[in-house]
């Protein structure tokens, strides 16, 4: 069974950088069968996808174009695990934060992690 | 990048009844990579139709999914007291986006 663990701190300074950490179990992040994503939720943004990350011989990232200039996602192979990091952040990334899988079969995301919510404030 | 307009906002219906759901997209959606999801309060997404039609596993033969080029429909044949929630279509031919939804109530 497939399952997506999210960590990270729930409060982040505006101008600072956001940056969470999904734990894969029952998956691989390295697997040729599925990307890896972040997508957030907010009341005035609502469903917004952000990037992924996924191995394909060598690693392969996407970013939406509305953040392109301030995120990186980041496999970490050792721990079965990816990040997200969003530089630069202000109240209207305030938001709550999910990561997915995507299979290839599915090309949809099928396992979603609990969620965290973060919140950019002084 | 593709944008994708959900009709109605919210839909009040009975249990029992034939919801349909509508998805348009800016520009047609090729490949057929189109999906819809359920969402309840305080919970995660659960994709319910990939690839327009396709119930993904688990998913009860009353929900549908039909459409092509920028027109898809979300059909829940017999509403269950379960079924009403938020839906969301999500295409993945350009990028990745999602609607913004549909409140299907009581």
């Known amino acids: 069974q497939v399952q997506l663990q999210q960590s990270g701190p729930g409060l982040v300074k505006p101008s600072q950088t956001l940056s969470l950490t999904c734990a894969i179990s029952?998956?691989?992040?390295?697997?040729?069968?599925?990307?890896w994503n972040w997508i957030r939720q907010s009341p005035s943004r609502g469903l917004e996808w952000l990037g992924r990350?996924?191995?394909?011989?060598?690693?392969?990232?996407d970013y939406a174009v509305s953040v392109k200039s301030r995120i990186t996602i980041k496999p970490d192979t050792s721990k079965n695990q990816f990040s997200l990091q969003l530089n630069s952040v202000t109240p209207e990334d305030t938001a709550l934060y999910y990561c997915?899988?995507?299979?290839?079969?599915?090309?949809?995301?099928?396992?979603w992690g609990q969620g965290t919510m973060v919140t950019v404030s002084s | 990048e593709i944008v994708l307009t959900q009709s109605p906002g919210t839909l009040s219906l009975s249990p029992g009844e034939r919801a349909t759901l509508s998805c348009r997209a800016s520009?047609?959606?090729?490949?057929?990579?189109l999906a819809w999801y359920q969402q309840k309060p305080g919970q995660t997404p659960r994709l319910l139709i990939y690839?327009?039609?396709n119930r993904a596993t688990g998913i009860p033969d009353r929900f549908s999914g039909s459409g092509s080029g920028t027109d898809f429909t979300l059909t829940i044949s017999r509403l269950e007291p379960e079924d009403f929630a938020m839906y969301y279509c999500?295409?993945?031919?350009?990028?990745?986006?999602f609607g913004q939804g549909t409140k299907v109530e009581i």
């Open positions: 999500q295409q993945y031919d350009n990028s990745r986006a």
């Open positions: 690839g327009v039609s």
């Open positions: 029952g998956d691989s992040v390295s697997s040729n069968g599925a990307a």
């Open positions: 520009q047609s959606v090729s490949s057929s990579y």
């Open positions: 990350t996924y191995y394909r011989s060598r690693w392969y990232n």
């Open positions: 997915a899988r995507e299979p290839n079969y599915y090309a949809a995301f099928d396992i």
